[in-house]
């Protein structure tokens, strides 16, 4: 086997090695489904990617980068930015997104959150993202769906290590979601039940959410209300592909 052979077989095996990763490593519906841009496991870079074809966009904001591979480079956009305050995060803005939207007016047609996980702050980049859309622009988090106590802790760390039981850091993302369902009611909000837990935010209308969403046990009584979780296929059928899409 040629050079050339031996690195084609070795990035067809890394693929196949990511593939299972990513299929093993997530909570929700898990398998493959027709998006605009062909058979894909269903994950974030599935759905962002899917909302790039059926409505035409070009601009991508990814807030919370570390590796370019693991979703910024997967990303179909023409202009792509990232923000990341730690410096060894391959962003394009070593910055905390408070800070790059304080200095920046730009705007996009996506905007994926996934830097701090912590209520306070994803409720803030919520408020901060939507005013940095274009018309017709959307909003998608990371996180949201956190299937234990322990993936919901405040902490990324318990006593200074990152807690080999829990191999996933959810946060309470979720309550920084769930402010905005209780108090805008200019919003269309819901989240795919794939990937942890894949949020949609934008301009529209909803039917606020009245009862508690402030502890992990609120929202393990209340999960389908707060969150307003919808399948991949309902996601499919509420963005149709357009009938020129590939
Ligand atoms: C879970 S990783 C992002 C993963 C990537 N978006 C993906 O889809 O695979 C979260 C990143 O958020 C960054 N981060 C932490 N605090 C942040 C902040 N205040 N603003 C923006 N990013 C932040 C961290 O440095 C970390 O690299």
Not at 140 to 149: E, F, G, I, S, Y
Not at 205 to 231: C, F, M, N, V, W
């Amino acid at each position: 086997m040629n050079g050339e052979a031996r690195r084609r077989l070795a990035t067809r095996m890394k693929k196949a090695v990511s593939l299972v990763f990513r299929f093993r490593d997530q909570t929700g519906i898990r398998g493959f489904y027709r998006f605009a841009h062909g058979w894909r496991f269903a994950d974030r870079a599935a759905l962002i990617n899917h909302l790039f074809v059926v409505h035409g966009f070009e601009s991508y904001l990814e807030i919370g980068v570390r590796n370019r591979s693991d979703l910024y480079d997967r990303i179909n956009a023409t202009t792509k930015v990232g923000v990341d305050p730690d410096p060894t995060a391959e962003a394009d803005h070593i910055l905390t997104s408070d800070s790059y939207f304080e200095r920046s007016d730009a705007t996009f047609d996506i905007i994926f959150i996934d830097g701090l996980h912590t209520g306070e702050q994803v409720a803030r980049d919520i408020a901060n993202a939507l005013k940095a859309l274009n018309p017709g622009g959307m909003i998608l988090l990371h996180d949201l769906n956190p299937p234990t106590a322990l993936h919901a802790r405040e902490e990324f760390e318990i006593d200074g290590a990152f807690p080999a039981a829990c191999p996933q850091w959810n946060g309470s993302s979720w309550r920084g979601y769930a402010m905005h369902r209780k108090s805008d009611p200019g919003l269309e909000m819901y989240v795919v039940d794939v990937d942890w837990g894949v949020g949609f935010i934008r301009p529209g209308r909803q039917i606020l959410y009245a009862g508690p969403a402030e502890t992990y046990s609120d929202l393990e009584s209340h999960r389908k209300e707060i969150l307003r979780l919808i399948t991949v296929r309902e996601f499919l059928g509420r963005h149709p592909a357009r009938p020129h899409a590939p």
